[in-house]
């Protein structure tokens, strides 16, 4: 198997220590131990305190791997299980190109979703996610979430909002409704309402809108699990789309 593989920064290389993120948020170290041809990677299946990663043929997993210019990541295939000896191993097939991020900011994918934005009451402050009852009667302004990750969305506003400011979304992710909390497999898709903190909101091309990012506030781990399977669903739904027929 050809090792003198093209080294170039968004590329994945073997012998790359990289981190394997599946659908649950979870991250499991590994290594590229070797590759074919120009195809899949030969993976060890992980550990994570001591408990295996499980992985099954045709799983969808993200993979980080880092250069001095910052952290890229890619989407994967899970496309055969193998067992040498006692070790078990995995061929990964890249079914996206690696994007970069920063080290610290988690992996954002482009999206399209009505949001409503509401003022944020104090009383609301123990709560995370609403029912639609506690959704103030009138909103500041409907907008499009522009990006989404397990941490915040970016939204363009016609309004500007001060950093720390607190308000209460209502997010009509609507593309794969049966994979968020609230939201129901048959009918017409619930809103996602929680509480987010505005982090920045700077001019967008004219100083009449805004692109403002919010950071959720307070989730639990069952809501940020919700939300990183739906960025896993999208993203897999817009690879689909672009793939020629």
Request: one cysteine or more; aromatic letters at 8%.
């Amino acid at each position: 198997m050809d090792r003198n593989l093209d080294v170039g920064e968004e590329t994945i290389v073997v012998g790359d220590r990289v981190d394997l993120v599946v659908q649950m948020g979870q991250v499991f170290r590994a290594l590229i131990e070797d590759r074919l041809d120009d195809g899949p990677f030969l993976v060890g299946i992980p550990s994570r305190r001591g408990v295996p990663m499980q992985v099954a043929q045709g799983d969808d997993i993200y993979l980080v791997f880092y250069r001095e210019t910052g952290r890229y990541i890619a989407l994967m295939k899970v496309i055969a299980l193998e067992k040498r000896g006692e070790i078990r191993y995995m061929w990964l097939l890249q079914k996206s190109t690696a994007q970069k991020n920063q080290r610290r900011e988690a992996f954002r994918l482009p999206v399209s979703f009505d949001v409503q934005i509401y003022e944020y009451a104090g009383e609301q402050e123990e709560s995370i996610v609403f029912a639609a009852e506690e959704v103030p009667a009138t909103a500041l302004e409907s907008v499009k979430g522009r990006d989404i990750s397990i941490t915040g969305v970016s939204l363009l506003t016609r309004r500007q909002y001060e950093p720390d400011e607190k308000f209460l979304l209502s997010m009509q992710m609507d593309r794969t409704p049966a994979i968020v909390a609230g939201m129901s497999m048959s009918g017409s898709a619930e809103a996602l309402r929680l509480t987010a903190a505005v982090r920045r909101c700077i001019p967008w091309r004219t100083s009449t809108m805004f692109n403002t990012g919010m950071q959720f506030y307070g989730l639990t781990k069952t809501v940020s699990e919700d939300i990183a399977r739906y960025v896993l669903a999208e993203q897999q739904r817009q690879i689909k789309k672009r793939r020629p027929i």
